[in-house]
């Protein structure tokens, strides 16, 4: 995660030199058609916008949404995880939201910024309002999001401003929110985990959404390697959502490959799921072996689990 392009020349920026800079352009994957979306209403976080439509556009019930870590482009991201192919297979329409450099040095969503991660402002904004009007265009009945990285946290911060949008959401080596409001608290969380414990997030979370009746499920998933966003931050993740689903651990699962955290509410159902993937580091897991698993590329790292397979059969996505 790199920060605001304003903030660069801070002298705390060298902590982040470790995260690759390498293009995704020369390594092979599938690639799709994208069509932009190109009004959307007010847009003061200055986004841009693609998305993708399965081939069957009558019958689309479904929206993903995308967001892309540091420098990266989402188009090649969706492509290369495998949401690309997962998508037309499955029948759900993407959109793929695109940070600028004009925005933010790395091309980072700037999570960490309160002038653009909180309710009807800024990037937040810009993101709700590209979600509503794609929903709106494809005739979607519910919406899914997910990111990497940056994108991962500002994923966290758009289930809590906008959780009555959303049917579930994901997030992959991402932060909770609210972590940080600064550059500071911003690396401190990047290094050492959220200031606050999960009851506190929670409380957080809720206070902002007092009148709110539904939530949406989580998973979260993190690389035990992660040198970029200490691991913390996802387990502390999972356990916010879990306070505020009022969900109980249900089931600990542990392999060669991962270890996983489940929790489910008073009916038994699963609301919240924590993935710690073994021997991999900051990014988001592929498997080339199996069918829409995904290709290696920098921040896409190979593993047992393709975690965009798992993330759609988690929401349920899969017929």
Not at 192 to 209: C, F
Not at 234 to 251: G, T
């Given at each position: 995660?790199?920060?605001?392009k304003?903030?660069?020349?801070?002298?705390?920026?060298?902590?982040?030199?470790?995260?690759?800079?390498?293009?995704?352009?020369?390594l092979?994957?599938?690639?799709?058609?994208?069509?932009?979306?190109?009004?959307?209403?007010?847009?003061?976080?200055?986004?841009t916008?693609?998305?993708?439509?399965?081939?069957?556009?009558?019958?689309?019930?479904?929206?993903?949404?995308?967001?892309?870590?540091c420098v990266?482009?989402?188009?090649?991201?969706?492509?290369?995880?495998?949401?690309?192919?997962?998508?037309?297979?499955?029948?759900?329409?993407?959109?793929?939201?695109?940070?600028s450099?004009?925005?933010?040095?790395?091309?980072?969503?700037?999570?960490?910024?309160?002038?653009?991660?909180?309710k009807?402002?800024g990037?937040?904004?810009?993101?709700?309002?590209?979600?509503?009007?794609?929903?709106?265009?494809?005739?979607?009945?519910?919406?899914?999001?997910?990111?990497?990285?940056?994108?991962?946290?500002?994923?966290?911060?758009?289930?809590?401003?906008y959780?009555?949008?959303?049917?579930?959401?994901a997030?992959?080596?991402?932060?909770?929110?609210?972590c940080?409001?600064?550059?500071?608290?911003?690396?401190?969380?990047?290094?050492s985990g959220?200031s606050?414990?999960?009851?506190?997030?929670?409380?957080l979370?809720?206070?902002?959404?007092?009148?709110?009746?539904?939530?949406?499920?989580?998973?979260?998933?993190?690389?035990?390697?992660?040198?970029?966003?200490?691991?913390?931050?996802?387990?502390?993740?999972?356990?916010?959502?879990?306070?505020?689903?009022?969900?109980?651990?249900?089931q600990?699962?542990?392999?060669?490959?991962?270890?996983?955290?489940?929790?489910?509410?008073?009916?038994?159902?699963?609301?919240?799921?924590?993935?710690?993937?073994?021997?991999?580091?900051?990014?988001?897991?592929?498997?080339?072996?199996?069918?829409?698993?995904?290709?290696e590329?920098?921040?896409?790292?190979?593993?047992?689990?393709?975690?965009?397979?798992?993330?759609?059969?988690?929401w349920?996505?899969v017929?």
């Amino acid at each position: 995660m790199y920060f605001k392009k304003s903030d660069y020349n801070i002298a705390l920026i060298p902590l982040l030199a470790i995260t690759l800079t390498i293009s995704f352009s020369s390594l092979s994957a599938e690639a799709f058609h994208f069509e932009k979306l190109h009004s959307f209403g007010k847009n003061p976080g200055q986004l841009t916008a693609s998305y993708l439509l399965p081939k069957n556009k009558t019958n689309v019930t479904a929206l993903v949404v995308l967001l892309h870590g540091c420098v990266q482009n989402g188009e090649q991201l969706a492509n290369k995880s495998g949401f690309s192919e997962l998508a037309q297979y499955y029948g759900f329409a993407l959109l793929l939201p695109q940070q600028s450099a004009d925005n933010n040095v790395k091309t980072c969503f700037n999570w960490y910024s309160d002038e653009d991660n909180v309710k009807s402002a800024g990037e937040s904004l810009s993101l709700i309002n590209m979600i509503l009007t794609l929903k709106k265009q494809t005739l979607a009945t519910e919406v899914y999001i997910a990111g990497l990285s940056a994108g991962g946290a500002m994923t966290s911060a758009m289930l809590v401003n906008y959780p009555d949008i959303f049917t579930a959401g994901a997030v992959v080596a991402g932060i909770p929110f609210p972590c940080a409001d600064g550059l500071i608290k911003a690396i401190s969380c990047m290094r050492s985990g959220p200031s606050q414990n999960a009851l506190e997030l929670a409380k957080l979370a809720e206070k902002q959404n007092s009148k709110l009746t539904h939530w949406p499920k989580l998973l979260v998933v993190t690389g035990r390697e992660d040198k970029v966003v200490n691991p913390k931050n996802s387990n502390r993740l999972a356990l916010q959502w879990s306070e505020i689903m009022q969900a109980k651990i249900h089931q600990v699962e542990v392999t060669k490959f991962y270890k996983k955290n489940s929790w489910t509410d008073a009916k038994g159902d699963l609301q919240v799921e924590l993935i710690n993937i073994d021997h991999i580091g900051h990014g988001i897991s592929v498997n080339p072996t199996v069918k829409r698993g995904g290709v290696e590329a920098p921040f896409l790292l190979k593993a047992s689990i393709s975690t965009a397979k798992y993330i759609v059969r988690f929401w349920g996505l899969v017929k």
